[in-house]
Every structure is written in C-alpha cells, then in structure tokens.
T-cell receptor
Framework: EAQVTQNPRYLITVTGKKLTVTCSQNMNHEYMSWYRQDPGLGLRQIYY???????DKGDVPEGYKVSRKEKRNFPLILESPSPNQTSLYFC?????????????FGNGTRLTVT | GIQVEQSPPDLILQEGANSTLRCNFS?????LQWFHQNPWGQLINLFYIPSGTKQNGRLSATTVATERYSLLYISSSQTTDSGVYFC????????????FGTGTSLTVIP
C-alpha cells in the first residue's frame, strides 16, 4: 500500500531533550516536506526537500533540522525542544509538486514539550 | 506578505444541503490543492487544481487563477463530510514552498 509513515504518533518530552520524528514513504517520491499544525494557524511548512541531499527552509524552520540521505526517508530533528514546539506535525511527499502530483500526508505526530 | 484566506471559517449544515467553500490567495500560483482533514486528523487530498474545474463525485472545485480564488463545492452533504477543509498554494517564484489557509471547519448534522 502506498503510504507515508510517521513515527511516533504521540510523543511527550521535556525541554532540551533531543528528539527525532521519522518519516518514510514507499512511493519513490522526489519531494518531501514537514509541516506543523497549530490551532487557528493552519499548517505551516518547516522544511522541504526536492531530492536526496537537497533541503530548503520553509516558513518556520527555526529550532528544527532535517536530513535527506535516502530518497525514502526525511527525519525531523529537534536538537533542543522548547514548549513552543508543542504541536501536531505532518510529513508529506509528492512525486513532483509542480506537475499535477498531489501531496500525500502521513497520519501526524502529536508532540508535547513540557 | 503571502496571504491565503479561507471562508467561511465555520459552517454547520443539515445533511443533504449544498455548500461552497472559498480560498483567496494573494499572488500567482503554480499549484493549488484542496484537502480534507477528517475528525481523526488525517489529511486527504481532494483536488490538485491550479486552474479550471474538476469534479469527483459529490465534490467539485474551480480555480480562477486570474482572479486569485478557488471554490470547493460540496453537494448533498453527508455526515462523513465533516472535518476541516484546507486549501494549499504553491505561489509562483517561491520555489516549492506550500502555504495553507486556516481552513473551514464543516459540521454536517444528521
């Protein structure tokens, strides 16, 4: 089944403790991206990647890192999480966002930083 | 700054009613998509529609790129249509960055 898989689904952590949220897609998609969803703000793009070893900042990249060492994986790294990073996070992929190719989303990761 | 505005913010419908959701955007777009976020939080792609009109069952969408808006039509609404509807745009000259509206929350009452 074609899908985008995020792990974990829920995560509670403390301020300053490094964490990684994994994202994997099995559709051989070139494009992958991360978003955070906060009440009243919709989804905001954190980082995106057009291909292996190519990453770019989105609208709200501060406090986050990503890597794209393999085509299928695009982990989101919080080196020193803070309470304002408490949010619902989504990973998405697409074969080519500019060519009639829809974004496919994972099921989300709800992160709480205390 | 870049603006993606959706209206109405909230909508309550009786089952069987029709509705129109609107997405206004502030610049030329390369890409516009509509999504439904169901009550379990899953985001499902409904349409890729940077211009023109598409239909899929009871749903249809129209984007008038020259006037910078898109409409999502839901006909004969069902309780399973409940959730939040988002439009997302990739504006021209912004690379592959996507900007989402704040959504329309739809509740369909039996």
């Amino acid at each position: 089944e074609a899908q985008v898989t995020q792990n974990p689904r829920y995560l509670i952590t403390v301020t300053g403790k490094k964490l990684t949220v994994t994202c994997s897609q099995n559709m051989n998609h070139e494009y992958m991206s991360w978003y955070r969803q906060d009440p009243g703000l919709g989804l905001r793009q954190i980082y995106y990647s057009m291909n292996v070893e190519v990453t770019d900042k989105g609208d709200v990249p501060e406090g986050y890192k990503v890597s794209r060492k393999e085509k299928r994986n695009f982990p989101l790294i919080l080196e020193s999480p803070s309470p304002n990073q408490t949010s619902l996070y989504f990973c998405a992929s697409s074969s080519d966002p500019g060519a009639n190719s829809p974004l496919h989303f994972g099921n989300g990761t709800r992160l709480t930083v205390t | 700054g870049i603006q993606v505005e959706q209206s109405p913010p909230d909508l309550i419908l009786q089952e069987g009613a029709n509705s129109t959701l609107r997405c206004n955007f502030s610049d030329s777009v390369n890409n516009l998509q509509w999504f439904h976020q169901n009550p379990w939080g899953q985001l499902i792609n409904l349409f890729y529609i940077p211009s023109g009109t598409k239909q899929n069952g009871r749903l249809s969408a129209t984007t008038v790129a020259t006037e910078r808006y898109s409409l999502l039509y839901i006909s004969s609404s069902q309780t399973t249509d409940s959730g939040v509807y988002f439009c997302a745009v990739e504006l021209a000259n912004t690379g592959n960055q996507f900007y989402f509206g704040t959504g329309t929350s739809l509740t369909v009452i039996p």
